[in-house]
């Protein structure tokens, strides 16, 4: 069972530069999320997707955009990364959000901007 | 803005000990709290609470939700070294919504 997956695991960017996220997941699930963590903080959310070709925004979205083309894949992508974005991301999916609400999280990527 | 607040952010006791772990919030429309445990990578989920007073349990582990007083406590018996973990509260709120607002987490160590 994969579940949810994430790459890269680690990744370090200079400031300026850009990259992707991918995270993949195989349940089948339409809810999609991206959430990052700052240490000794909660999970913010960044963007989100309630289905193929749908997608808003969350809490922090700014500087980083999504797109949702099949109901597996939900990539995060970081535009002209700033040091305010080291931070470690968790890619998340649910089946049914609005009745249960559990989220499965993918291992998450720590991301080091410099 | 949904707010969601843990306590106490870290906590250190002996193994056999009991924990309680507190999570208050203030959000408009509520609709579920839920707990989550993370270790080293990803959290995992514990539970789901939508109605006062049920408690729900799983092992060693149980949590109630108040929703007069608008708090949950997940407590957790004979605390053992592999229940060191952060365990994170979360609210889902709002009509529609997807979103889930977390606290910042209790940091939980169980020393032998």
């Known amino acids: 069972n994969a579940g949810v997956t994430q790459t890269p695991k680690f990744r370090i960017l200079k400031i300026g530069q850009s990259m992707t996220l991918q995270c993949t997941q195989d349940?089948?699930?339409?809810?999609m999320y991206w959430y990052r963590q700052d240490p000794g903080m909660g999970l913010k959310l960044i963007y989100y997707?309630?289905?193929?070709?749908?997608?808003d925004k969350g809490e922090v979205p700014n500087g980083y955009n999504v797109s949702r083309s099949t109901t597996e894949d939900f990539p995060l992508r970081l535009e002209l990364a700033a040091p305010s974005q080291t931070s470690v991301y968790f890619c998340?999916?649910?089946?049914?959000?609005?009745?249960?609400?559990?989220?499965?999280f993918g291992e998450g990527s720590r991301l080091t901007v410099l | 803005e949904d707010k969601v607040v843990q306590s106490p952010l870290s906590l250190v006791v002996h193994e056999g000990d009991t924990v309680t772990l507190n999570c208050s919030y203030e959000?408009?429309?509520?609709?579920?709290l839920l707990w989550y445990k993370q270790e080293k990578k990803a959290p995992t989920f514990l539970f789901m609470l939508?109605?006062?007073?049920i408690e729900k349990k799983s092992g060693r582990l149980s949590s109630i939700l108040d929703k007069k007083e608008l708090f949950s406590i997940l407590n957790i018996t004979a605390t053992q070294t592999g229940d060191s973990a952060v365990y994170l509260c979360?609210?889902?709120?709002?009509?529609?919504?997807?979103?889930?607002?977390f606290g910042k987490g209790t940091k939980l160590s169980v020393i032998p």
């Open positions: 349940m089948n699930h339409n809810y």
């Open positions: 998340a999916s649910s089946s049914l959000a609005g009745v249960t609400g559990e989220l499965f």
């Open positions: 997707s309630v289905g193929a070709g749908i997608t």
């Open positions: 959000v408009t429309n509520f609709r579920s």
């Open positions: 979360a609210v889902m709120a709002g009509a529609g919504s997807y979103q889930l607002t």
């Open positions: 939508t109605s006062s007073g």
